[in-house]
């Protein structure tokens, strides 16, 4: 068997890539998730032979065969992280390592075959490279990578499939929310679950997704941005957003973020938050908080502020929490000084504008 951690990702470009002119018009308004790079990587696994034929190549629809088993049992995962151009010019990642880790773990626990972290970080720091010219003109904007696996193997057995793809495309984004935006107004879902304990609530995997769509949906037919979910056994204890992990800012110098007990992901943010905090001298508990407490300490005056957080929106206030039992409003329902603190502590790292002390900020070319 090859050794995969040295796998040589070959390089083939793009011989028509977009031209210049049109590229600079589309990157000044890129959007979020609509507009693609030039090239994508691909890299297939075979049980038996491991890691093979990795290749950054001119990105283009890829053959499937109807009985690909993702497409009926969806084993599928992926990460979302960001390539940041920082104040000097020089283009980063954000604790990509982390990103690779997270990935292992997430096909660890759908069955599929591990990536090597080295081999990760490569392949999305030759498609930063290979795309560099695809970030967009308007400040704050960012190159969103999409690194993702999915069972490619032609069999409709049930079983962990022998055949996967490990591909990276790349999206030019603008900023999610402008800074200073308003704060969301989010409905609790109480009819549908994300995850449940022993589920893959904690794995970055399709799936998730999919189990989380029509209660987002329910939150736009109720005039909400985002939903929030409780826990699957009690419909209790508040979770997570569809996409993004949550805090409690107290009026007694806590900042609460509910535990990782199997049923939340892991957010990269959610981890440099709690460490950012912890330096500003909060004392952050990650501790179960229930809806009931939510609306109690929000009435009470004891919540201060509320906000989301993740990669794609870095830190989101919420202002308006909506449910079936009626709607309640946090602080004065618009961001809060501690919530724009933070997000302004970790932009500033994120786009080297001040020194990283962390040494969270990857620097490539
Ligand atoms: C990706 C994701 C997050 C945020 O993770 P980051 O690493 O901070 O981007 C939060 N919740 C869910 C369900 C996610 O999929």
Not at 33 to 47: A, K, S
Not at 116 to 144: C, H, N, Q, T
Not at 250 to 278: V, W, Y
């Amino acid at each position: 068997m090859a050794n995969s951690d040295s796998l040589e990702i070959l390089v083939e470009q793009n011989p028509q890539p977009v031209p210049d002119s049109d590229r600079q018009k589309l990157l000044e308004n890129p959007g979020f998730g609509n507009l693609f790079t030039d090239h994508m990587v691909i890299i297939r696994y075979t049980e038996g032979q491991g890691w093979h034929d990795a290749k950054v190549e001119a990105r283009a629809p890829i053959p499937m065969d109807p009985a690909s088993s993702v497409l009926h049992y969806a084993q599928e995962i992926f990460e979302g992280m960001k390539a940041y151009r920082l104040a000097d010019g020089t283009t980063a990642l954000f604790r990509p390592e982390q990103n690779a880790r997270r990935f292992q773990a997430s096909a660890q626990r759908m069955a599929m075959p591990e990536l090597p972290e080295e081999l990760f970080l490569k392949s999305v720091e030759m498609l930063v490279d290979i795309d560099r010219d695809w970030f967009p003109s308007a400040e704050g904007g960012s190159l969103y990578l999409r690194p993702f696996m999915f069972a490619s193997e032609v069999f409709l057995g049930v079983r962990p499939a022998k055949e996967y793809l490990y591909m990276v495309i790349a999206s030019p984004v603008g900023a999610y929310f402008k800074a200073g935006a308003s704060a969301i107004t989010i409905w609790v879902s109480q009819d549908y679950s994300r995850a449940a304990p022993g589920g893959t609530g904690a794995a970055k995997c399709g799936g998730n997704y999919a189990a989380s769509l029509v209660a987002q949906a329910e939150a736009i037919a109720q005039d909400c941005d985002q939903v929030v979910f409780l826990d699957a056994a009690e419909q209790r204890w508040v979770e997570e957003l569809g996409g993004m992990n949550l805090f409690f800012v107290m009026d007694d110098g806590r900042l609460i973020t509910p535990p990782l007990t199997g049923t939340i992901l892991p957010g990269i943010t959610r981890e440099s938050i709690m460490i950012l905090a912890r330096e500003e001298g909060l004392d952050v508990s990650e501790e179960p908080y229930s809806i009931e407490q939510w609306r109690e300490d929000a009435a009470s005056g004891k919540l201060l502020e509320t906000f989301a957080c993740g990669t794609a929106a870095v830190v989101t206030a919420v202002g308006t929490v909506r449910s079936e039992s009626g709607d309640f409003t946090i602080g004065s329902g618009g961001p809060g000084q501690l919530t724009e603190k933070l997000r302004m502590r970790l932009v500033d790292i994120q786009r080297g504008l001040v020194e990283d002390q962390h040494g969270w900020v990857k620097r490539l070319f």
